[in-house]
């Protein structure tokens, strides 16, 4: 049985309770992250973590363990398991107590929990691309969060879903914002464009290695708006995410993106993130 990490102790699944009135339960008030595992090791995995203490403070939370110390025991988890390739999920909520919706006015201990996932890269749709689907961007203002309210998320995924499509790509009105579990780019004359790090959108870590990569390599990068039609309109589209890595989006709602396949500098970006991977454990950029 996989090991997972509970309030900071390594137990087995069937020795984990979680109370009823937990308020990540009740009420989605917690945050999360998923970091990917390579070869054993974490990837981006500080990263990752300035982002969760980020949102635990956007939200008033306090996360329960020094940075280096919770590094530390995720590290260890992925051992104990003897993960190769996967993800480790972990998820802090403010903790138990009597259902009211502000927050309780005595100090309570907080709920945290990890574990481990076996994850394949999604290599063959990587390399041939994926379809995706337009859908109203319906979340609340400050998807800058990364919070357990996914509900209009889950709602543009399945709409995707339905159709077979792989990604639901979101937009205000006609403004693209992400997709329901990733960041979107457009390629337009070797220029990559991709709406900036606002309240609107999760600054995705991937995306951050993508950017950081661009300007590494001469490829001009645009953090703007862009809309439904420059989307169409776009000589090539990707998503980025951390278990999607850099995936080409070669059809929406049908249409093929020009010519239906995925563009060069995608590919470019590929192999460019494919040496992030090779090289983790060093010190990256993003």
């Known amino acids: 049985m996989e090991k997972i990490l509970f309030n900071g102790e390594v137990k087995n699944r ?31 995995e500080n990263e990752h973590l300035t982002r969760l203490y980020e949102s635990a403070e956007k939200i008033q939370m306090v996360v329960p363990f020094e940075f280096e110390e919770l590094k530390s025991k995720l590290a260890e988890l992925v051992k104990t398991n003897g993960l190769v390739d996967g993800i480790i999920y972990l998820q802090l909520t403010r903790g138990t107590s009597l259902r009211q919706h502000h ?14 996932r076996d994850f394949v890269r999604p290599i063959t749709k990587m390399e041939n691309g994926v379809s995706a689907k337009l859908v109203e961007d319906i979340r609340w203002l400050r998807c800058d969060i990364k919070s357990l309210n996914l509900l209009g998320n889950l709602l543009a995924k399945q709409e995707a879903a339905a159709v077979g499509g792989f990604e639901a790509i979101q937009h205000r009105g006609e403004t693209v914002t992400e997709g329901s579990s990733s960041n979107v780019f457009i390629i337009k004359s070797g220029e990559l464009i991709t709406h900036p ?17 661009c ?30 890595e850099v995936m080409p989006i070669v059809k929406i709602d049908e249409v093929e993106i020009a010519t239906g396949k995925p563009g060069e500098v995608t590919k470019t970006l590929q192999n460019h993130f494919n040496q992030l991977i090779v090289k983790n454990g060093e010190k990256l950029n993003c």
């Not at 309770?17 to 981006?44: L, S």
């Open 197 to 213: 790090a606002t309240n609107l959108i999760l600054n995705g870590i991937t995306r951050r290695c993508i950017i950081d990569i």
């Open 215 to 244: 300007h590494q390599n001469g490829i001009k990068v645009n953090e703007e708006p862009f809309t439904v039609n420059e989307l169409m309109e776009a000589d090539e589209i990707f998503i980025a995410s951390t278990t999607s």
């Open 103 to 116: 927050f309780p006015s005595e100090p309570i201990e907080p709920t945290f929990v990890a574990y481990t």
């Open 14 to 44: 069937d020795e984990i309770a979680i109370d009823i009135e937990d308020r990540g339960y009740q009420f989605g008030d917690g945050i999360y992250e998923v970091i990917r595992i390579y070869n054993g090791k974490m990837f981006t």
